[in-house]
């Protein structure tokens, strides 16, 4: 029968590695997450959390270890405890990787929120253009019509001053006639004998 303390240990072996693949998917999926921020900082959460419980679970072998009756089996598990660690140290790595990797997506994210903006901003912009381009368009198919307008008045007030003129000749030339008529009868009935 196997004594507490060995059993103690396989567990501890056992949880470690199962925490270390833990870890290692969790960094996997980091590498791969392609989706917003709040995700890869949830995979960061938990990638930390493992590491906490492997360190723990590490500090709990070391203990085992060092309380260990023959001095063969505790190097054994001390030599164990240090690979452990050594890989706990690559991945340690490996973890502010990926906390660089966040940060790094993060201030990319922030970067492609302030271009989002200077996108926006640029289109209505550009939609302002248009609406000054369009009232300028208009007002100028305006002045159009009312040039034409004007040069149609022009026209008529030349064509009116001409009439007038026509007319003021037409009426000296029917009262010169009249005048000359008045005179032709006084003459005759006056000087009938001229």
Known sequence: MAAPQDVHVRICNQEIVKFDLEVKALIQDI???????????????????????????????????????????????????????????????????????????????????????????SEEAMQTLANSSRTILDANEEFKSMSGTIQLGRKLITKYNRRELTDKLLIFLALALFLATVLYIIKKRLFPFL
């Not at 959390?49 to 309380?67: M, N, P, T, V, Y």
């Open 31 to 121: 590498r791969d997450c392609s989706g917003p921020l709040s995700a890869l900082t949830e995979l960061n959460t938990k990638v930390k959390e493992k590491f906490q419980q492997l360190r723990h679970r590490i500090q709990e072998l070391e203990q085992s270890a060092k309380e260990q009756d023959k001095e063969s089996e505790k190097q054994v598990l001390l030599q164990e405890v240090e690979n452990h660690k050594k890989q706990m140290l690559r991945k340690t790595t490996k973890e502010s990787l990926a906390q660089t990797s966040s940060s790094i997506t993060e201030s990319l994210m922030g970067i492609s929120r302030m271009m989002s903006q200077q996108v926006q901003q």
